[in-house]
T-cell receptor
């Protein structure tokens, strides 16, 4: 079974600085999808960014980018120019491309942004 | 935009009560999911459904059951609520996986307290 590990339960960043959240996963599959979700305090979980395993190019969405290292099974999220609104729980998730399977989530990283 | 709604944001029940948590999605998604979220444990899958009247057990199905009589609605049932079921419950939906991201879309969550 696949597992997703987020080794940083909590992190903090100064406003306008850059922060990187770590995520590693364990799988024997070659085709899969990876996601980062954001859950602001008392608000709905939303998708931040996603990556297909067969794509070598790292995904980017505005200030959010990933560093996808397939061989190392690593999928880190970089947030540039951090803003107060980035404060949230961030979850890394994996989905197999084999069959109709649910996402497998990491335990999350709580990010604080310091003004 | 996909909209996933949950019947209650906050719910307080007594031990032994039968509890129904309702989830509705408006984008004709085949898959629907129920998770519970606890601090330090991340999201854990309780049940998911890939079609009407179909269900699959997730990682922690004990003490829960589900019902999916219509495609847009997925109910989580606690037959006899216990204090260890105090948690945040998240519903999600997605298209059938396969060949594309088909990420999950989440509802706002129901914070259930069992006294």
């Amino acid at each position: 079974a696949q597992t997703v590990t987020q080794s940083q339960p909590e992190m903090s960043v100064q406003e306008a600085e850059t922060v990187t959240l770590s995520c590693t996963y364990d799988t024997s599959e070659s085709d899969y999808y990876l996601f980062w979700y954001k859950q602001p305090p008392s608000r709905q979980m939303i998708l931040v960014i996603r990556q297909e395993a067969y794509k070598q190019q790292n995904a980017t969405e505005n200030r959010f980018s990933v560093n996808f290292q397939k061989a190392a099974k690593s999928f880190s999220l970089k947030i540039s120019d951090s803003q107060l609104g980035d404060a949230a729980m961030y979850f890394c998730a994996y989905r197999s491309d084999s069959g109709n399977t649910p996402l497998v989530f990491g335990k999350g990283t709580r990010l604080s942004v310091i003004a | 935009d996909v909209k996933v709604t949950q019947s209650s944001r906050y719910l307080v029940k007594r031990t032994g009560e039968k509890v129904f948590l309702e989830c509705v999605q408006d984008m004709d998604h085949e898959n629907m999911f129920w998770y519970r979220q606890d601090p330090g444990l991340g999201l854990r899958l309780i049940y998911f459904s890939y079609d009407v009247k179909m269900k699959e057990k997730g990682d922690i199905p004990e003490g829960y059951s589900v019902s999916r009589e219509k495609k847009e609605r997925f109910s989580l049932i606690l037959e006899s609520a216990s204090t260890n079921q105090t948690s945040m419950y998240l519903c999600a939906s997605s298209l059938v996986a396969g060949g594309s991201y088909n990420e999950q879309f989440f509802g706002p969550g129901t914070r259930l307290t069992v006294l």
